[in-house]
């Protein structure tokens, strides 16, 4: 059986035939469903677990490399930069070429760059290959959603992606205990070589495994300028996130980066407009429930990942926990990710997204909420609490969101609708850690000179104010060597409350974020080319 999908160019109910990709039913293993899930599930689990296993190398590498504080920040933000730069042209290469071919170069680049970096003597390999681990890693993604997308039915869908976003969950909760263990037990290499046997095993599962899905009416042309243009956007916009920190919201530097990203993705739609074959068709977004699944997707990135930025610091440095531990506090989260995303991918078939997601958005707004209530005496079973609330709301808005996205995108545009899901995430993390990084740096500016003064501490010069903001910021207390106990005591104690309540107010931001998303989430609806891979391969 083949199947015909569609695709609303109106966002009014009138549907366009696609033609259907006439490729012959999957046999035995090769293009078999569940076996290609378990395929792509492995390559995306490196990528993923790549995303923040290495935050826990960072410090060892910079003792062992004598790098300064700027270049080990160099080292996640080259990756995540390369990363969000490149998906949606990525996924426009897997439309093109195929996403059997893109996966699997994707997976072998990726463990290459990764066996590079435990093989490199300076900083600036270790960031020079962290680059092409995201140039690689943006090939892996789509690619993956793309083959999900070609090989399971309507009915199936679902359930796939809610188990490819479990592993996503699962991998990206899980790399500072994986990380923790392998620094403090074996190596700052260890976090890089582990890539290579499993980049090895998805390989061979993909060779043997993966069948190949391409449109009839894919593209058959690149838009090299549409690509320079979105990269271009793409840059300026990522750049200015990451840079505003240390650079100031206020500063020149910043906004014309911001009018610069803003001027490309004008001249980038204007350009889609005119060219025969776009690298994004904007008629893509007459679908609202696209649309709305792409905001969605950056509304939860801005509340999960800014909001999670600050909880790590919470724990570390205000509760004195190590890596380890720290990762430990967090199973609550993983564990209801694990749980929770197969069994939203089962709701959301039943049901369709807007109840489940709307549902994960208010859960989500809720355990933001719980968050702000935290304290540095809080205990751990609280702080479970609202930890596993929080990755039961984020359960059903990984997986739904994700297959609004893709099921509402005609099959020759998957992989290209995959690079806007992972783009929009990316961008959404991005966004979130250099906003409520901007709220937590003016809390605590704002609150820190009056906590300092009313503790009856020795007043602080200009400079030495703003060297103990700066420590403030992230929960460690600035005390000088030698200073007296009970003195360092009193410091302590202004430091974590001064650093709580920036915390708090972050957390309530991330609330206020995913409340306007449960209003986002009304908007979705089931994808309606999801049944673009019935009839492919056997279940």
Known sequence: ??????????????????????????????????????????????????????????????????????????????????????LITAGKLGDRFGHRQTFLIGVVGFAAASGAIGLSGSIGAVVTFRVFQGLFGALLMPAALGLLRATFPAEKLNMAIGIWGMVIGASTAGGPILGGVLVQHVSWQSVFFINVPVGLIALVL??????DHRAENAPRSFDLLGIA??????????????????????????????????????????????????????????????????????????AFMGGLFFVTFYLQNVHGMDPVDAGLHLLPLT????????????????????????????????????????KAYTGSGIMAVWFALLGLGLAPVMVGATEVIVGNAPMELSGVAGGLQQAAMQIGGSLGTAV????????????????????????????????????????????????????????????????????????????????????????????????????????
Not at 229 to 254: E, N, R, Y
Not at 347 to 372: D, N, Q, V, W
Not at 447 to 476: F, I, Y
């Open 436 to 539: 409520l990084g901007a709220v937590m740096a003016s809390k605590v500016d704002n609150d820190l000179p009056g906590n300092w003064a009313d503790a009856g501490l020795p007043k602080l010069t200009s400079a030495q104010l703003a060297q103990a903001s700066e420590a403030v910021q992230v929960g460690v207390a600035p005390v000088a060597k030698g200073t007296p106990a009970e003195i360092a005591a009193k410091i302590t104690g202004v430091a974590h409350d001064t650093f709580i309540s920036g915390m708090s107010l972050a957390s309530l931001v991330a609330a206020g974020v995913a409340a306007v998303a449960i209003l986002v989430a009304l908007l979705t609806k089931r994808g309606e080319n999801a049944d673009g891979g019935a009839g492919v391969g056997h279940i």
């Open 229 to 302: 243009l979105l990269s271009g956007a793409m840059f300026c916009l990522v750049w200015a996130l990451i840079k505003a920190p240390s650079w100031g919201w206020g500063d020149g530097k910043t906004w014309a980066f911001i009018a610069a990203s803003v001027l490309g993705f004008a001249l980038f739609s204007f350009w889609e407009t005119k060219v025969k074959e776009p690298l994004i068709p904007l008629g893509l977004f007459r679908s609202v429930p696209l649309s709305a699944g792409v905001v969605l997707m950056v509304l939860m990135a801005i």
């Open 206 to 211: 993909g060779v043997v495994m993966l069948l």
């Open 1 to 86: 059986m083949t199947s015909q999908t569609t695709i609303d160019t109106a966002g009014s109910g009138d549907k366009a035939p696609v033609a259907p990709s006439g490729r012959p039913p999957a046999s035995g293993l090769r293009g078999h469903p569940w076996f290609t899930l378990i395929t792509v599930a492995v390559g995306v689990m490196m990528v993923a677990l790549d995303g923040t296993i290495v935050a826990i190398a960072n410090p060892a590498i910079q003792k062992d490399l004598g790098a300064t504080f700027a270049q080990v920040q160099w080292i996640t933000n080259g990756y995540f930069l390369a990363l969000a730069v490149s």
């Open 335 to 374: 564990g209801m990710m694990i749980v929770g995303s197969p069994l939203a991918g089962a709701a959301i078939t039943k049901l369709g997204p807007r109840i489940p997601l709307a549902g994960g958005m208010a859960a989500t707004a809720i355990a933001m909420y719980g968050m702000s209530t935290l």
